[in-house]
Each structure stands twice: as C-alpha cells, then as structure tokens.
C-alpha cells in the first residue's frame, strides 16, 4: 500500500529565532518516536511510515486499539508511536521492553473518504477529537495554548522538544522542503547550536 498522503515536515528553528508567539499558534510535543501513517478502512488497519514501509505486524495492538479509537468510521491518521515507561517517552524508552507503548494521533487528514487536508488544523483536531475514544495503545496527545505550558510537559517528559503550529495551517506537503506552518525545537539541538551562535557572534 502506498502512503496516501505525503507526511507534514516541521521546520527546525535555528538560533537566534524561537519559536512563534501570537494568537495564531498552537503548540504540541516534538515527540522521539516513530512517525506513522494510520490508515483505517473496513476495519483493517495499516500502519505506514514516512517512506511507506508497513509496520502493522511490529505494532499490532497499536492497530487494533485505532480500529477501537475510530470504530464506524474509515480514516487516515497522522501520529507517532511513542513507548510511555515511568512517566517518560524519550527515544531510548521506545526500544525498550515494558511500559506502555501508543500511538499519539495528533492529525486527521481523511474521515469517511473526504479529504480534509484543505480544512484549517484547528478544524482538522476538533474533527480529530470528535470520532476518536482513547484506548490503551492510542490516544489523542494534548496541547497547549501557551508555548511555556508545553515546554514544561515536554522537560517533565523526557520528551525531544516542543512545535508550534499555526491554528489555521492546510496539511501541505510538497517534495521535501518544510513550508514552515508548523515549526519544531528539539532542546539538545538547539541549545548545542545557540552555544556555537553565541561562540561566533562578534564581542
């Protein structure tokens, strides 16, 4: 199966700019998992990653607790798995034997054959919120109004870092390129990288 939709990339912020701040953002978890595409018709599910390779057989409670989440509808699905262990879900916690892993469903690109990549993101997620029920191994992930609320989630978290997205962003990817709707900080990255900026900013 060939993935239906190319996958949003996120725009790395580099030092000195941030992330945004205004009344247009929205911001999630930079999450340090696997990204998948979730596929859901008839009641089959599929699980597709960014280049197409099927990962249904690795991850089948995942797919069988999305057939739950949407159960009567059929749907495509932007998400990440993620493996949850102590409280924690950093990358290293995801090759990991127990604890908890799940799907975080965080984009609704298509609901009963309609498209809906056009529709706004807020849109998309309260779509996303409405057909959706939480299950052991998938779950819809929050987010946050405020960019400092999701910055202090993602450090109690072990989690990679925070994005933002703009509330009123299509779901648009073409080719490889980010088109910069929705942005990412991954804190060791930046940090590594504002050091060296500051290194050779003139005194």
């Known amino acids: 199966m060939e993935l239906p939709y190319n996958l949003m990339r996120l725009k790395e912020v580099e030092p000195p700019d941030v992330l945004p701040v205004d009344e247009n953002q929205e911001y999630e978890i930079k999450w340090n998992g696997w990204r998948m595409a979730v596929i859901i018709s008839l009641g089959k599910v599929t699980l597709l990653s960014r280049n197409g390779t099927d990962y249904t057989d690795r991850f089948q409670e995942v797919a069988d607790d999305m057939r739950s989440a949407v159960s009567g509808h059929r749907a495509v699905i ?12 950093d990358l290293k916690t995801l090759h990991q034997r127990g604890g908890r892993l799940m799907l975080c469903a965080f984009d609704l690109l298509e609901l009963d054959g309609e498209p809906l990549v056009d529709e706004p993101w807020h849109v998309r997620r309260a779509e996303l919120e ?24 993602a450090i109690e978290h072990g989690d990679e ?17 980010p088109n910069g709707d929705w942005r990412k900080m991954k804190f060791e990255t930046y940090e590594r990288k504002l050091r060296k900026y500051n290194q050779r900013k003139p005194k």
């Open 78 to 89: 932007d998400g990440e798995i993620i493996r949850e262990k102590a409280g924690r879900h």
């Open 130 to 153: 409405g057909v959706s029920e939480p299950q052991p191994h998938a779950e819809l992930p929050p987010y946050f109004d405020d960019q400092m609320d999701a910055i202090d989630y």
């Open 161 to 177: 870092g925070v994005v933002s997205k703009r509330r009123d962003s299509r779901y648009r990817q073409i080719g490889n390129a």
